[in-house]
Structures are given as structure tokens and as C-alpha cells.
């Protein structure tokens, strides 16, 4: 079984794709960090669409149901508000349904950070038409691989863009349910990924060490407070929102019924 939780301390000889590796499956293993892409997209749509415009939505993208660029753009700051609040209660650890328990030894602050980055990437990326990021509901190596890529644009690596960019170059002309098996584990793209993850998991071991901080944080506490989260998390939020917003996926164009690939 995969160790999904942060040893009793961070060492400087852990590498940073590793150090990522393990924040990551250890956030995304928390109750409700898995975002069910169809529930998601009706529950936004619902309100302000013809049902028609939400079934083409969920079977397509949002931008092929004739939905307007204003209101996906007013969804997303809305769902970008409640994670930055979210963010910045102190109650979060404590209302979290199941507990803390399935975090283990992973430090209180990274998970509440990386819970909701990681939970507002999926539902703006699926706002902004991307494809499904699971797999029947579960997280897989290519979620991680897509993952990283988001979190890595949120964080403001160039290389994440250039990602993200070349997926929806390649992906977007058709409508897929999910991007097809083995499509980034087998190409350039995973090279990318692979230097965003290193990137990322150093900055976060740079930032622990800088703070005085090797040793695993009780959940009461940390090491960034509620405030400080928030603040980092809003410019970073907006930062994913307005790139995955340019990108090929969330252009609008002429939906054509039968265009569907299924993930062999």
C-alpha cells in the first residue's frame, strides 16, 4: 500500500518530486477533495441554464452549450470566494466530515492549503471545459500528472502553462470524456510534469526550512495561519482561473452530437 502521509519530518534530502508526490495523494485521499465532475457542473448550471444547456454542458464542455463567458467567469470567482473563506476558518480542521484522522502525520497547514488548491483546481478547470480529472471517480497517475499541472499554474510556473497549454492544442478539437489513457505518461508532456512536481515539492520544503519548521505540526496550529493562507491562495486562484480561461477548452464552437471519445 502506498504511504500517503508526510514522514515525522522533512528532510533535506527528500527530493522535491517526492516531497509533492506525497502531499498531494495524502490531500487528495481527504473526504470531499475528490470533485465529481458532472455533479459539479449542474449544481452551477442548474440555476442559470436551460436544461438542455446543462446536458450538452456535462456531455461536452461549457463553452460548446452556449453558455456565456460572463457567467463562467461570475461562477468561478463564486467558487474562488468560498475557498479563499473556506481557507481562512479556523474551523476548517474540525468540521472537516470524518476528521483529521485520514491525514496521519501530514502537517495541519499543508493540508488545509492544498485541500482546497486542490479542489478549486478541478472545479475551475471543469468550468473552463476541461475533460474529467478522475478516473471512474478515483484519483490515478494521470490525475496526478494533470493535478500538478494546475496546482503548478496556480503557483506560477511557466512550465505548468506551457502544459496545460499543449493539452488543450492537442485535446480540444474533440470532444472527449477524459483525455484518452496513457495521453500524458507517454508523451513530452510528462517530462513537464515531472519538473513541475520537483518544482513545486522544493518550494514547499524551502518554505518549511526558511520557517524554522522540520518537524510534523499538531492539527491545532501551524505554520501558516488562516489569514496568510487565504492571502496566498486568492492571487493563485485567479492566476489558474485567467490562464485556464485562454486555453483552447473554453473557447467557444459548434457542438457536433456524436464527436464523444470514451477512454479505451
Wanted: glycine share 8%.
Amino acid at each position: 500500500m502506498a504511504n500517503n502521509t508526510l514522514p515525522a519530518t522533512i528532510s533535506k534530502e527528500d527530493t522535491g518530486e517526492r516531497v509533492w508526490r506525497r502531499i498531494l495523494r495524502a490531500s487528495m485521499a481527504l473526504p470531499g477533495a475528490k470533485v465529481d465532475r458532472r455533479s459539479f457542473l449542474y449544481s452551477q448550471l442548474i440555476n442559470h441554464c436551460t436544461d438542455e444547456q446543462v446536458l450538452r454542458a456535462i456531455e461536452t464542455r461549457p463553452a460548446l452549450a452556449g453558455i456565456s463567458d460572463d457567467l463562467i467567469d461570475r461562477l468561478a470567482d463564486s467558487c474562488i470566494k468560498k475557498h479563499v473563506f473556506g481557507a481562512s476558518s479556523i474551523s476548517f480542521a474540525a468540521g472537516l466530515p470524518g476528521g483529521w484522522a485520514m491525514a496521519g502525520t501530514i502537517p495541519a497547514d499543508l493540508a488545509q492549503y492544498y485541500w482546497h488548491a486542490e479542489v478549486l483546481a478541478q472545479k475551475l478547470a471543469y468550468l473552463y471545459g476541461w475533460p474529467d480529472l478522475l478516473e471512474d471517480g478515483e484519483v490515478d497517475e494521470e490525475t496526478e500528472l494533470q493535478l500538478t499541472l494546475l496546482i503548478g499554474a496556480m503557483m506560477g510556473a511557466a512550465v505548468a502553462n506551457r502544459g496545460l497549454t499543449e493539452i488543450a492544442e492537442q485535446f480540444a478539437s474533440q470532444v472527449v470524456k477524459r483525455l484518452p489513457r496513457h495521453a500524458l505518461t507517454k508523451n513530452a508532456i510528462y517530462n513537464l510534469t515531472k519538473q513541475v512536481g520537483r518544482w513545486i515539492g522544493v518550494s514547499i520544503t524551502k518554505t518549511t526550512f526558511a520557517r524554522g519548521i522540520s518537524k510534523v505540526i499538531p492539527v491545532i496550529g501551524g505554520v501558516i495561519s488562516a489569514g496568510v493562507t487565504a492571502g496566498m491562495l486568492l492571487p493563485m486562484a485567479k492566476r489558474l482561473k485567467n490562464h485556464l480561461k485562454g486555453l483552447k477548452f473554453a473557447q467557444p464552437g459548434v457542438y457536433e452530437p456524436g464527436v464523444v471519445i470514451v477512454d479505451p
